[in-house]
Nanobody, 115 residues
Framework: QVQLVESGGRLVQPGGSLTLSCAVS????????MGWYRQAPGKQRELVSK???????DYVDSVKARFTISRDGAKKMVYLQMSSLKPEDTAVYYC?????????WGQGTQVTVSS
């Protein structure tokens, strides 16, 4: 019943900026802590950021001061603003419940940071 649709990923140069969007349907969005995950080639999926129902946020050390997570309760959307992008940020980005990703994964959106 729950659908997660990520969008906004593209090729971007190192140092550039990008904003990802996640549309959530089929759940009581306002009562869930949501997170952004990413999976780079050959690596396991990792949680990079999460935001709770009252707006509290957390970030993995590697993206602190560069990424900002936000949510829009009315639109049932989660966003990830990324700046000062590095090649090591290259990955497929997904949204899901956090810290336990209990929903089925969406298709993800590819972010490629390369010159």
């Amino acid at each position: 019943q729950v659908q997660l649709v990520e969008s906004g990923g593209r090729l971007v140069q190192p140092g550039g900026s990008l904003t990802l969007s996640c549309a959530v349907s089929g759940t009581l969005f306002g009562f869930r802590t949501m997170g952004w995950y990413r999976q780079a080639p050959g690596k396991q999926r990792e949680l990079v950021s999460k935001i709770n129902p009252t707006g509290g946020t957390d970030y993995v050390d590697s993206v602190k001061a560069r990424f900002t997570i936000s949510r829009d309760g009315a639109k049932k959307m989660v966003y990830l603003q990324m700046s000062s992008l590095k090649p090591e940020d290259t990955a497929v980005y997904y949204c899901n419940l956090a810290p336990t990703p209990a929903f089925s994964w969406g298709q993800g959106t590819q972010v490629t940071v390369s010159s």
